[in-house]
C-alpha cells in the first residue's frame, strides 16, 4: 500500500500564477518531508522540506506547508514559470528512520505555459 | 565538482546476462544509495550503504547486489537480468542519514530483452 500518495500524475499551469501540488501520506511516524524536481534525462534535484513541528516552510517562490491532521503537505510555487515545468517527487522519512527509510511519491509533471 | 556521476548512462542487456553500475561521487559523503525509476512508480530504495564497507537493503532489493569497497564508491550488481529489471536507475549520497539532503546521479537507463 502506498504511504506517499501524489494522485494528480500531471498539472498544467500558466505562467505567472500559482501551481500546487499536494502529497498525502498514510504513516503517522513520519517527521520529515522533502519535495524533489526532475527535469527530463536527469537525476531528481533537492527543493525545499518541511519537519513536523512546522505547518509552513518558505524559500523564495517556493511554499510548502503541512496539515498533520490531515496527513497532507503542499508545494506551492508563487509565481509559476516556464522553467518550472518537471516533475515534482513527495517524499517522506520515518521517526527515528535512516535515511534508508525516505519514502517517495509517484511524481506530479507540471507544466507552466508561457 | 562532479557531484554523483554514475557510468554507464545507457545499456542493453540480453536475460540472464550480468553487469555492473558504477556510481562515484566526490563530496565525502557516508550515505550512498541506489534507487530505480519505473514509469508510475516513483522512485523505490534497492540498497543502501551507511559507509565504507556496509551495505543494507531497500524496498526491492531481489535480483540485486552491492558493494562499498571505497567510500567514494557504491556499485549495484545484477548476477542475471531479468526483463523486469528494465529500469532507470539512479544512485544517491547524502553526508549524513535522518534527512539529510540526497545528491542524485543523472541515472543510467538499462533495458533487459
Known amino acids: 500500500d502506498q504511504q506517499v500518495k501524489q494522485n494528480s500524475p500531471s498539472l498544467s499551469v500558466q505562467e505567472g500564477r500559482i501551481s500546487i501540488l499536494n502529497c498525502d501520506y498514510t504513516?503517522?511516524?513520519?517527521?520529515?518531508f522533502l519535495w524533489y524536481k526532475k527535469y527530463p534525462a536527469e537525476g531528481p534535484t533537492f527543493l525545499i522540506s518541511?519537519?513536523?513541528?512546522?505547518d509552513k516552510n518558505e524559500d523564495g517562490r517556493f511554499t510548502v506547508f503541512l496539515n498533520k491532521s490531515a496527513k497532507h503537505l503542499s508545494l506551492h510555487i508563487v509565481p509559476s514559470q516556464p522553467g518550472d515545468s518537471a516533475v515534482y517527487f513527495c517524499?517522506?522519512?520515518?521517526?527515528?528512520?535512516?535515511?534508508?527509510?525516505?519514502?517517495f511519491g509517484k511524481g506530479t509533471k507540471l507544466s507552466v505555459k508561457p | 565538482n562532479a557531484g554523483v556521476t554514475q557510468t554507464p548512462k545507457f545499456r542493453v542487456l540480453k536475460t540472464g546476462q550480468s553487469m555492473t553500475l558504477l556510481c562515484a561521487q566526490d563530496?565525502?559523503?557516508?550515505?550512498m544509495y541506489w534507487y530505480r525509476q519505473d514509469p508510475g512508480m516513483g522512485l523505490r530504495l534497492i540498497h543502501y550503504?551507511?559507509?565504507?564497507?556496509?551495505?543494507a537493503k531497500g524496498e526491492v532489493p531481489d535480483g540485486y547486489n552491492v558493494s562499498r569497497l571505497k567510500k567514494q564508491n557504491f556499485l549495484l550488481g545484477l548476477e542475471s537480468a531479468a526483463p523486469s529489471q528494465t529500469s532507470v536507475y539512479f544512485c544517491?549520497?547524502?553526508?549524513?542519514?535522518?534527512?539529510?539532503?540526497?545528491?542524485f546521479g543523472a541515472g543510467s537507463r538499462l533495458t533487459v530483452l
Open positions: 544517491a549520497s547524502s553526508y549524513s542519514g535522518g534527512g539529510s539532503v540526497l545528491t
Open positions: 504513516n503517522s511516524m513520519f517527521d520529515y
Open positions: 518541511i519537519s513536523s513541528i512546522k
Open positions: 517524499a517522506a522519512r520515518s521517526y527515528g528512520g535512516s535515511q534508508g527509510n525516505l519514502i
Open positions: 563530496m565525502n559523503h557516508e550515505y
Open positions: 550503504s551507511v559507509g565504507e564497507g556496509t551495505t
